[in-house]
Each structure stands twice: as structure tokens, then as C-alpha cells.
């Protein structure tokens, strides 16, 4: 299954800011940067069960589930 990459700036007035690029609107801020990384997990989670939902191709989770044999 492919990684999906966070990226980490650090802004003018402290805060930090995580954002996965490959996912547009998966972005948030946060105090320390480990806040804002584990922050920004929740909506990128939401963009891919959106895209899944709506039957859009979503490689992010290939082969994270298996259809098992009835």
C-alpha cells in the first residue's frame, strides 16, 4: 500500500503546520509538530473514505482490504 507523505512547516507565530499534499484539504495546524502531524491523520482519512464512498479511484488503499471467499 503506498505511504502518503506529511510535510511539516513551521509558521511565523509558533504553530506548526502538517498537510498532505497528495490529498487537498488534508491540512492542519498544531502546537509542536507532532501534534499537527497526528492531527492531519483524521482528515486525510475522511478524503480517502469519501473518494471510496463515492467509487472514485483511491490507490492510497489498494490492497488494504481483502475480499475473502464465500
Given at each position: 500500500m503506498p505511504?502518503?507523505?506529511i510535510e511539516l512547516d513551521h509558521e511565523d507565530d509558533?504553530?506548526?503546520?502538517?498537510?498532505?499534499?497528495?490529498l487537498p484539504g488534508a491540512l492542519c495546524y498544531g502546537a509542536t509538530k507532532e501534534e499537527a502531524s497526528r492531527k492531519v491523520?483524521?482528515?486525510?482519512?475522511?478524503?480517502l473514505a469519501d473518494r471510496v464512498e463515492s467509487g472514485a479511484d483511491v490507490p492510497e488503499v489498494a490492497g488494504a482490504f481483502l475480499l475473502h471467499p464465500a
Open positions: 505511504q502518503l507523505t509558533g504553530r506548526w503546520i502538517a498537510e498532505i499534499r497528495a491523520e483524521a482528515p486525510a482519512l475522511r478524503i
